[in-house]
């Protein structure tokens, strides 16, 4: 309990960069130790040569430095838009008085570390159990998740991104946003429950939805 009151004493900038620093480095070793030229041609053997297989690689080898600067950006917008659809629920329940934005901002870097904890897992079940697999075996996977009951070729590409997002690790981030919204503020323990129920769930089921139609009309394309 030491460490986590030790969290929420940190400023919000430094839990932000080492948020997005670990970020990084799990993108990082999972592009270099994961993904490599045998994983790359194995997936795409049925569509490139070897050689022509290799050069695309290389390309995307060489252009991956945009992906780590852009993983800051795309936390701070996630931790912006649902910092605002958290403190609504606090408006509903007539609580802003109590949660600060900031505040609520702050939880949702602590939480995130929940995130990265489930990319270490999948990172290390690839590095050292998986075998043989290719990137959308890669795709594929997310650890104690209901997508691990399915064979790939099981399940339809319009079902993958739902299934994953049923997990054990979405779940304890779900606890850990109410406990954060409880430990940060003067609400109750059922008020921030109430908060999460009438605003992040609703959201995080439209997201799906969204993914879901954005899948069906690609497939359709």
């Given at each position: 309990?030491?460490?986590?009151q030790?969290?929420?004493?940190?400023?919000?900038?430094?839990?932000?960069?080492?948020i997005?620093?670990?970020?990084?480095?799990?993108?990082?070793?999972s592009?270099?130790?994961?993904?490599?030229e045998?994983?790359f041609?194995?997936?795409?053997?049925?569509?490139?040569?070897?050689?022509?297989?290799?050069?695309?690689?290389?390309?995307?080898?060489?252009?991956?430095?945009?992906?780590?600067?852009?993983?800051?950006?795309?936390?701070?917008?996630?931790?912006?838009?649902?910092?605002?659809?958290?403190?609504?629920?606090?408006?509903?329940?007539?609580?802003?008085?109590?949660?600060?934005?900031?505040?609520?901002?702050r939880v949702?870097?602590?939480?995130?570390?929940?995130?990265?904890?489930?990319?270490?897992?999948?990172?290390?079940?690839?590095?050292?159990?998986?075998?043989?697999?290719?990137?959308?075996?890669?795709?594929?996977?997310?650890?104690?998740?209901?997508?691990?009951?399915?064979?790939?070729?099981?399940?339809?590409?319009?079902?993958?991104?739902?299934?994953?997002?049923?997990?054990?690790?979405?779940?304890?981030?779900?606890?850990?946003?109410?406990?954060?919204?409880?430990?940060?503020?003067?609400?109750?323990?059922?008020?921030?429950?109430?908060?999460?129920?009438?605003?992040?769930?609703?959201?995080?089921?439209?997201?799906?939805?969204?993914?879901?139609?954005?899948?069906?009309?690609?497939?359709?394309?």
């Amino acid at each position: 309990m030491s460490i986590v009151q030790g969290l929420y004493n940190l400023k919000k900038l430094h839990l932000f960069a080492g948020i997005a620093f670990l970020n990084i480095l799990i993108s990082w070793l999972s592009n270099r130790m994961l993904v490599d030229e045998v994983v790359f041609y194995n997936t795409f053997s049925d569509q490139l040569t070897w050689d022509r297989a290799m050069n695309l690689f290389g390309n995307l080898k060489n252009i991956a430095w945009l992906g780590y600067i852009t993983i800051p950006i795309i936390l701070f917008i996630k931790f912006s838009v649902v910092s605002l659809i958290l403190y609504s629920g606090a408006f509903m329940f007539n609580l802003h008085n109590e949660l600060t934005l900031g505040s609520i901002f702050r939880v949702l870097i602590i939480s995130e570390i929940i995130i990265i904890l489930a990319g270490l897992v999948k990172f290390l079940w690839f590095l050292f159990f998986a075998g043989n697999y290719t990137l959308h075996d890669l795709n594929f996977f997310y650890p104690l998740s209901l997508i691990n009951l399915f064979r790939i070729e099981e399940v339809s590409q319009f079902w993958i991104f739902p299934l994953q997002m049923v997990n054990l690790f979405q779940i304890i981030y779900i606890l850990s946003l109410s406990y954060g919204l409880y430990r940060s503020s003067g609400i109750t323990q059922s008020g921030s429950e109430k908060i999460i129920l009438a605003t992040y769930l609703p959201a995080l089921i439209v997201w799906v939805a969204f993914i879901m139609f954005l899948t069906l009309d690609t497939a359709v394309i």
